[in-house]
């Protein structure tokens, strides 16, 4: 196709012809006044100087029509997995292009926009933008969005589209959908263990009864269930068990063929917060190790210390007045009687039995333990002795017997086979090589284990450190009062911080420290599992997706005691994993999606901006009609209607490539002179004659 054009590429400034021009324009109308018409030969003449100064040509360009650009975007948001709309979509987008490949002039371009696995919701016009970045605005003849209307950064006005092309969009799923779901309005982040929070929530519905049945749960253990009446805001209570993260559940009961019952569940993950872990340390007797108890406790700023050191025993009464003596007394009736619930561990480091507890003392540590407390038995000699706590009604909870033997030799404390599977001593800094590289320890009482797990052993293979667990509480007995010696720093020391850190931490149920324990992460879209189990096989896990598929998940073992699988997931929302009557729950995105909390398809959002374009919305389904219904593709060359009852327009441009460009002067060279000449000449010979 060949285009002719003029254009013109003045000789001087263009400022400085118009002057040549307007002079040249008041000596002609001045000649002509003055002169007559005579003059206005030489008025051509000038008019001729002036038109080969702004030097014109004649321009032929060679062009080629190119194809004009139609964007289809295709919503594969989360919210178009619901009901049938993947099917409407796969559907409609295949009529598109098979109509699209009869159209000689339109170049379709498709572009996926999807959520990522985030809460930004659906962003079409930011695919469509990305998608368009290499694309002219004037050769877009208009855009067409798949999608069921639930669109997140619709822009507020028609300028900030950048492009005058009609935009139309076709809506998939019904009219008549169902769902029901339940949306948060107020829930706390943090709570303090022990006390109760308050969660208030609305049961939002269409088409369903106008009550439901709501179950609360905690950890995956169901608190209560209860009617509430739909789009009525209520309130539940729920008691903080625990530190570290308490998953809540909020589950409504779902409605017969609904759009999804992923959102019928909404997740408040609660970190538990204790306001103080308060510990009894009673140091039967001052000796070098007693200061390494306190000095770990007093460092953590979380607990709260009460220590008691036993200076003055019973059989050292000589007679001295009570008045004299600079001494504070044992409240042990205040302590083991009156407010021993009131601690989450103690510890009785070096304590013998010299009659400043009675039996009755002992039976009320024995109901704390049962009852959900901690002792921690740090022995010494006196352990060995006819004063020793496994002799007194503390007997039944402690997990060794003493056998009377004494060993003071060196040692190296080392990590049995049961202790590398165990969280509080596997992985202890120093346990990788062989023999570990800690310093010796001197003394070890022997014992024989009833009950427990020993956890490390010492010289001749005797136990060292042994937990058990008591009905709701649990117990550890350390057979050995020279740790302190690591503290110090003997023989390059070792890590006593880690090791009663760890033991304290797990006697007051620090869930990182449980034996058996069940825990789930994600990264992006990979679910990390992690199963942590004293025994030698883990047994695969459920996962159990936001709308509730179920899969089985098989588990390596990737350290002693430690389980390890990694899934992708494919759903946003909270997933479920089950091991026996262990739970965990991990998130994929958020745990309650924005594409989740309106799935109701719907044409007014974006009805405003489609028209401002010309364009227009309407959905490819009725209510109650199976078939799929795609609009006629029409050109519309002029005109700002583009769409129809049963039809959608394009808005063909002129664009095009060029191919070559020929350019003639037409002031210059022999035909200019020629003209110039022959102008000059013909207004001579004309004054000349009227002269005669």
Known sequence: MSVLSISFSPLIPVYALWIVGTVAALLA???IVSRGPIAILRAVALALVLLAL???SLVQEEREKVKDIVAVVTDLSTSQTLGDRAAMTEQVRSELERRFGSLADVEPRYIAADDRGGDEGTRLFTALSNGLADVPPDRLAGVIFITDGVVHDIPPSIEALGFRAPLHALITGRPDERDRQIKLIEAPRFGIVGKDQTIRAQVMERGGTGTALVTLRRDGQVLSRQQVRADTPFSLQVRIEHGGTNVVELEVEGLPDELTQANNRAVVPIEGIREKLRVLLVSGEPHAGERTWRNLLKSDANVDLVHFTILRPPEKQDGTPIN?????????????????????LIIFDRYANQSILPSSYFENIVRYVREGGAILVAAGPEFASYGSLAQTRLAPVIPGTPNGRIIEQPYKASITETGNRHPVTRDLPGSETSPPAWGEWLRIIGSE????????????????LVLRREEKGRVALLLSDHAWLWARGYQDGGPHLDLLRRLAHWLMKEPALEEEALRASASGRTITIERQTMEDTAAPVTLTTPSGGESSIALNESRPGLFTAEVEGKELGLHTVRSGD???????????PRELTDVFSNTEALTPIAEATGGSVRRVAMAGDQSITVPRILAVHSGSRFSGGDWIGLKPSDSAIVRGVSVFPLALGFIGLALLIGATLAAWLTEGRRRA
């Not at 302590?335 to 989450?344: C, E, G, N, R, S």
């Not at 009833?450 to 136990?463: F, H, I, W």
Request: glycine share 6%; proline share 7%; charged share 15%.
């Open 449 to 464: 284990v009833q009950s427990g797990s020993t956890l490390m052993s010492g010289a001749n293979e005797l136990p060292l």
């Open 54 to 56: 702004a030097n014109p």
């Open 324 to 344: 004299e003596l600079s001494l504070i007394a044992f409240p042990t009736r205040e302590l083991f009687q009156q407010k021993i619930k009131d601690f989450d």
């Open 582 to 592: 262990l739970i965990a729950f991990v998130s994929i995105g958020p745990a309650n």
């Open 29 to 31: 109308l001045l000649a």
